[in-house]
Structures are given as C-alpha cells and as structure tokens.
T-cell receptor, first 113, second 116 residues
C-alpha cells in the first residue's frame, strides 16, 4: 500500500522568508506522480506543483519548488518570498498512473507579517 | 483549467433522511470520478472510485449501502448518503479525471454536510 507522511503538523514563516515543508512516501512503483496541494479556508483544493517520478529535474512554479529525492522517497516543498496569501493547509499527495490520489495528513502553514 | 462543480455547497438535514450530492465536470468528460471525505482538521480520505457506466469501487471500511454512488454519464456523478446520522457530518469532495489519455485530476469545491 502506498502511504504519504507529512511529519510537520504546523509550520510558521515570516513574510518574505523561505519555508520548506516535508513529505515522504512509500511505494514499490517506479512510475508515479507527486503533488502539493494548497487548501485555504474555502476548502477548495488548489494544485501548487506536480512532479512526474520519471523526471529527474525538480519541478518549479514561480515561488514554489520541490526537492524530489526518488531513492529516499522524499518530496519537500520550498516556498520562497512567502506571502500572507500562502497561509493555508498544504497536502502532499501521491498517485500511481491512472489511479486514485492519496494524501498526507497535511501541514498548516502560518505566515507572520 | 478544467472545472468541476458540486451542488449543494452546504446542506443540513435531519437524522434518518437521505441527501444527494452532485458532482459535475463542466468542460470535459470525466471517465473516472473520486469521492473523498474530510473531517475537520484532517486530511482527505478516499471513499470510492467510479467509472462511467460501472459500479463504484469502495475503499475498505466505507459502507456501499450507505454511500450510494452513481456515475451514469461522463459529466455527472452523484453521492447519496442514505439514512444520514450525525457522525456522517463531514466535508465531501469530488474529483474528476478526463479520458483520452488525460491523467490530470481536478477537484470540486466540496459540500459541507451537517446532520442534526
């Protein structure tokens, strides 16, 4: 069974600073996808970034980047120049190709002005 | 990007009644839809996966007779909570994936169910 672990229930960052959210996963598959989703108070799931396991290059989306370590099964999210609007729950997720998505427990990010 | 809608966004019902939640893919055909449940301050837990025209596949521990899922068309899936009880109060989120080799999964805005 695939599991996703987020070991940080809560994180805090000063506005304009950088923060890293951790995620590890367990799988026996070689081809899969990894995601980071943001869930603001509205509860709408917003895709932040996506990584295909076969790609060695780390995905980046503006201020968001990941550190994908396939051998270590680690997938951390780095948020640079943090903004007040980044405050939310962040979920790490795993999905096999053409299968369902499994989520970690989530990390609540607070951004201090 | 593709849009998934849910209706209603919030529903309150009495214990013992049934509630139906609709999930629609507005601008694409969803061959597969997923239903998740999220309790307060917890993560999303997959309840079931449904493919258009087929019976839904339920996760272990999810009562198929209580949570009826119908995926009768490529743009609509419904979740009916039968004989709802207060412990069924939760946030229900649907997600849809398109066909034709598209592997992207899109999420609806969720439905808050409160059972009195």
């Amino acid at each position: 069974a695939q599991t996703v672990t987020q070991s940080q229930p809560e994180m805090s960052v000063q506005e304009a600073e950088t923060v890293t959210l951790s995620c590890t996963y367990d799988t026996s598959e070689s081809d899969y996808y990894l995601f980071w989703y943001k869930q603001p108070p509205s509860r709408q799931m917003i895709l932040v970034i996506r990584q295909e396991a076969y790609k060695q290059q780390n995905a980046t989306e503006n201020r968001f980047s990941v550190n994908f370590q396939k051998a270590a099964k680690s997938f951390s999210l780095k948020i640079s120049d943090s903004q007040l609007g980044d405050a939310a729950m962040y979920f790490c997720a795993y999905r096999r190709v053409l299968s369902d998505m499994r989520f970690g427990a989530g990390t609540r990010l607070t951004v201090k002005p | 990007g593709a849009v998934v809608s849910q209706h209603p966004s919030w529903v309150i019902c009495k214990s013992g009644t049934s509630v139906k939640i609709e999930c629609r893919s507005l601008d694409f055909q969803a061959t597969t839809m997923f239903w998740y449940r999220q309790f307060p301050k917890q993560s999303l837990m997959l309840m079931a996966t449904s493919n258009e025209g087929s019976k839904a596949t339920y996760e272990q521990g999810v009562e198929k007779d209580k949570f009826l899922i119908n995926h009768a068309s490529l743009t609509l899936s419904t979740l009916t909570v039968t004989s709802a009880h207060p412990e069924d109060s939760s946030f229900y989120i649907c997600s849809a994936r398109g066909g034709g080799g598209t592997d992207t999964q899109y999420f609806g805005p969720g439905t808050r169910l409160t059972v009195l």
